[in-house]
Structure formats: C-alpha cells, structure tokens
C-alpha cells in the first residue's frame, strides 16, 4: 500500500505543477496589467480604423505594400484573438468582491453583447481573398466591431492621467482626424467613379504632371475634405447629383461636427474653471467687494497680492473642500500622508496614539499670511495652536521693528493656549506677537478641534496636559499654588457633584416608589368602580318602576268595579 501510495503520488505530482504552469492569472479590470493590455489593443483597433478605408478609397497604395499590409492585417487578428482570451480571463466584481472563478468569468462574457462582437470582428472574412483576390480589403471592414475597446482604452486613460483636460482635447483632436481622413477617402472614391478630371469639383486627372503621385492624391483629397468639413474656404461648385449629395452630406457633418467641438471645448473649460474655483479661492467676488465699500488702496493691494500668491505658487487653502467626497477612511490616509509628519514635530503630540494623531490631521486647517501681517498679538485670547509649514515668523516687541527670535519651519507656538493647564500664570492669553516676515504657510488647529477629539481619548488628554505641565514649569509659569487651590476647587466640585448624583439617585428612587403606589391606588379603585358597576345592574331602572306603578293604579281601579258589580271578595293577594 505504501508502494502504490508513492507510486500515485510520483505520477499525480508532475501533473499538478503543469496545470499551474498552464494556466493563466485573473486580471483584475482595475489593475495595471489590463489598463495596459487596452493600451495595447488601441494600436490595432486604430490601425483597422484607418488604414482599411485608406487602402480600399487608393488602389495604388494597396497594390504598392501588399505584403506589409498582410503582415499587419493578421499580426492585429492575433492580437484581436488575444484579446478574447483576456477577456476570458478578466474579473469582475460581485458585491464588491473580485471574482477569480474562470467558469463564472467564462459564463459571464459569453452571455454578453461583447462576445458576440468580438467573434463577428475575428470572422475569417479573408477567405473570400481566393475568389475576389487579395486587393479588396474591404472585406476587413468587420474588424472596425472592436471599436468599443478603443473607448473603453480612452476613458481608462482619462481617468488615470495627471492632465485630464490635455487628453481630452488631444482625443477630440484624433476624432476629428479620423473623420476627415474617412470623407477625404470617400471623396477620392467618389471622383474615381464620377471619372478623374470631369469638372472642377472631382479630383484632377492623374494625366496631369504630379498629380499622379499618391502622397498628391491623399493631401489633396485631405485639403479638399477639410475645407468642406470646416466651412473655412472656397471649394468649387459641385456639378453633379451625386456632388450635390456628397456636398450635403458633408455639410451636416459639419454642422454636427462643430456643434461637438464646441460642446467639448465647452465642457473643458468649464471644467478647468472648476477645478481652479475648488482649488483657489474665487478673487473676483472679493474684489467686486472692496470696490463697492470703497476699501483703501493699499490694503486692497495687500488682498491682491495674497491671491495672486496663492494662484502662482498653487497653494490651497480649502483642503477639506477639496476631499470631501471622498470616503471617512481614505481622507484620513490623504491627510496622514501629507502632514502626519509635521503634527509629529509637537512635542505635546509626541508619543501619542497613531489614531489620536489620525484624527488631529483631519483637522488641521492650510492657512497663508502675507509679509508683514500679525498672526497674534500680545493679550489675545488664544484659540487656536499653529505649526509652521513654510516660511519665517518673527517674534516682535509692541512696536512691531524689534525682534527677539525667528521661527522656522517644523516649529510650533500656542499649544499651551489650547489646553487648560491648571496654574498657568498667563491663562488663555498670548504673551508674545508673532509676525510673518514673508509669505508663511501654517497649520492651524483649534481648541474646539482638539477638545472634541480627545473626548474620546481621556487617557491622552491626560497624557498632553502633564506633557504642558512640564513645558509650564521649564518656563517659570506655572502657579504651583494656584495649581493646587484649583485642583482643591476641582476636587470639591466633583465631591459636590457626586454628593448630588447621589441624591439625585435617592430622589429617583423615592420618584419611583410613589409612581409605583399611584399605580397601585388607580389599579384598585378601577377595580371597585367596576364592582360598584356590576352591582347597580340588578336595580330597577326609573322606567320600569314608573311602568309599574302605572299597572299597579290600572288594576286598583278594575277590582274596584268588580266588587260593586259582584259584591264582596276576599283580600288581595299580599304577593
């Protein structure tokens, strides 16, 4: 047995790593490797898209490279038959999960209208070279079915570049390309029909000294199709119903083709617009303002500067503008990768959760201080820590000329404000004034910020407040006294507090004990009240004692009668 088992498993075990070797990976369509295989199948499906109508509308050119042509006739069907194997191979996604199944991915394209147009596209049309012979390449006009690749390629590509408007532009350019070399071909077919040289509007007779030449004949007929397609210059008149027809046609096309253009270039600058309104501030509206509130020159020159230091050096100051649509998680990971590492130079921040610095950077705010503006002043309150991205700030005596230090960038200032340090001698105040000496990028964050996200980590509030503690003390202003009365006041406080949770407990309690003898008290006179109901149902009711009495006077009167009439009777019946 044990002779059959390692005979079974030497003969199992090269077959398995074949299979392996066989077979090929799932592409995940949002990956690199098939944004790269459309990339690739562009070039085909381009060259079909161009050069099959060329050959077909220019003999000469089919006659003069037919072998090339055959070469890449079929170097482009491989590439086609390649390409349905990728897709064969292509994922996709079922409730958000890729699926690798090759018979759910088989199942899935076969059923769908692509596999449909990619066999008809692969149809081995070219048989019919042997009956009609090799020059009709108009028999590969099948192939043009792979167009929708080339789209899926573009928009692939649109969404993936750095200059989406450059490539779009460059792609309407293509398409309007490929329009004018399809009429430009088409017209040199139509003067091969109506005869070369019969009027002014056809193309000359090839009899005439270089217009024999086909690099002539294609410039010509692209001249000619762009100047009809353009509406740009004088064409001569057409002569013939079929003139008059391509003329028309060529019109509407012109007509349709400008409406396009300019719907897309349109769409691109406003979207270029957009793109710098959501990034850069809008100037205008604040120039319209100052101008209507008759704002003093030199300060207006101040604001104009700002902007346009913004514009030139693209800098932003509406960063969270700009990610909002993005989801909670990838937000943070943008904003972690972008200034985790300036939060880290905060010696309060220092050995801080990952997560707590995580949610400090989504509220960190870009600002930009022009040359010689305060960014605080001795005696204000101070709401808000900054941390120096960029730039130099300059600490000032009161008369704003005297300096006493310069800050640089990966310093930092009021992070003792934002925290409330018991004994600080200088409370929430600034005890400096800190001005920029140039054009300075900072970082703000505000006491309100910080407050809400250490709400859910205490454990780091008390960690950043010991941390301030120490920097207090290193600076000779920290009240040891004062400390201590407040941190007496806070302990009575929160004795007093517990002293009136716990009343409020017991009153609570005796709240709920006479709820629930009020309930009890209801409960029993409901069930009296329904007693006293069921017992005053036997009595009579006035109406029924009244009809008795009515009976009780009608029989009276008839025993009366009866006795004159009969003589004397017994009693009545006491009953």
Not at 111 to 130: E, G, H, I, N, Q
Not at 454 to 477: D, F, H, T
Not at 545 to 559: K, N, Q, R, V, Y
Request: glycine share 6%; proline share 5%; net charge negative.
């Amino acid at each position: 047995m044990s002779q059959d088992s390692k005979v079974k498993t030497t003969e199992s075990s090269p077959s398995a790593p074949s299979k392996t070797r066989k077979s090929l990976p799932v592409l995940d369509p949002s990956g690199d490797y098939y944004y790269w295989w459309l990339n690739t199948m562009v070039f085909p499906v381009m060259y079909n898209l161009i050069i099959i109508v060329c050959r077909a509308c220019f003999p000469d050119l089919q006659h003069s490279y037919l072998v090339a042509w055959l070469v890449l006739d079929y170097t482009s069907d491989l590439l086609y038959l390649l390409d349905i194997v990728v897709r064969f191979h292509t994922g996709f996604l079922d409730q958000g999960i890729l699926v690798e199944d090759k018979g759910r991915i088989s199942s899935r394209y076969v059923r769908t209208w692509s596999f449909f147009l990619d066999l008809v596209s692969l149809m081995p049309t070219d048989v019919a070279y042997v009956r009609l012979g090799p020059h009709t390449p108009m028999l590969r006009l099948n192939r043009f079915l792979r167009v929708p690749r080339l789209f899926e390629a573009f928009d692939r590509t649109e969404t993936r570049t750095a200059y989406p408007n450059v490539f779009r532009i460059t792609k309407l350019m293509l398409y309007i390309f490929v329009v004018i070399h399809w009429n430009s071909c088409l017209y040199f077919a139509l003067s091969r029909y109506l005869g070369f040289g019969r009027d002014a509007w056809v193309y000359p007779d090839p009899a005439q000294p270089g217009f024999e030449r086909l690099r002539r004949q294609y410039f010509y007929s692209f001249y000619f199709s762009t100047l009809i397609l353009t509406t740009v210059g004088d064409t001569p008149l057409p002569a013939r119903e079929e003139e008059y027809l391509f003329m028309v046609g060529d019109f509407l096309l012109a007509v349709m083709g400008f409406a396009t253009i300019m719907g897309s270039m349109s769409s691109v600058i406003y979207n270029m617009n957009t793109a710098d309104a959501a990034f850069y501030p809008d100037h205008a509206l604040v120039k319209k303002y100052m101008k209507q509130q008759n704002v003093n020159r030199q300060l207006e020159r101040r604001i104009i500067d700002w902007y346009q230091h913004l514009q030139i050096n693209k800098k932003m100051t509406n960063e969270v503008a700009i990610l909002q649509h993005l989801p909670e998680r990838l937000r943070a990971e943008v904003a972690v990768s972008v200034h985790l590492s300036t939060l880290s130079r905060v010696q309060i921040f220092q050995n801080c959760e990952a997560s707590l610095l995580e949610e400090l950077v989504l509220k960190l705010q870009p600002q930009t201080y022009s040359p010689g503006e305060y960014i605080c002043r001795k005696g204000d309150i101070g709401r808000e820590m900054y941390i120096i991205r960029e730039g130099q700030l300059a600490v000032v005596a009161d008369d704003g000329i005297t300096q006493y230090a310069v800050l640089g960038a990966g310093l930092y200032f009021g992070e003792i404000s934002i925290i409330n340090i018991k004994g600080n001698m200088s409370g929430n105040r600034r005890t400096a004034n800190i001005k920029s000496l140039g054009y300075s990028d900072l970082f703000c964050l505000s006491k309100e910020d910080l407050r809400e996200v250490l709400s859910e980590y205490p454990q780091a509030q008390v960690v950043m407040e010991e941390k301030g503690r120490e920097i207090l003390l290193k600076m000779n202003k920290l009240d040891v006294n004062a400390e201590a009365a407040e941190i007496a006041l806070q302990e009575a406080t929160e004795s007093r507090l517990r002293g009136l949770d716990e009343q409020l407990d017991d009153l609570q309690t005796k709240f709920a004990r006479l709820l629930a003898e009020l309930e009890s008290s209801a409960l029993k006179i409901a069930y009296r009240i329904e007693r006293l109901e069921w017992q005053t149902r036997e009595w009579p009711m006035p109406e029924d004692l009244a009809e008795a009495d009515d009976e009780g006077e009608s029989g009276e009167g008839t025993s009366q009668g009866g006795e004159g009439r009969t003589g004397q009777e017994g009693p009545p019946d006491p009953e």
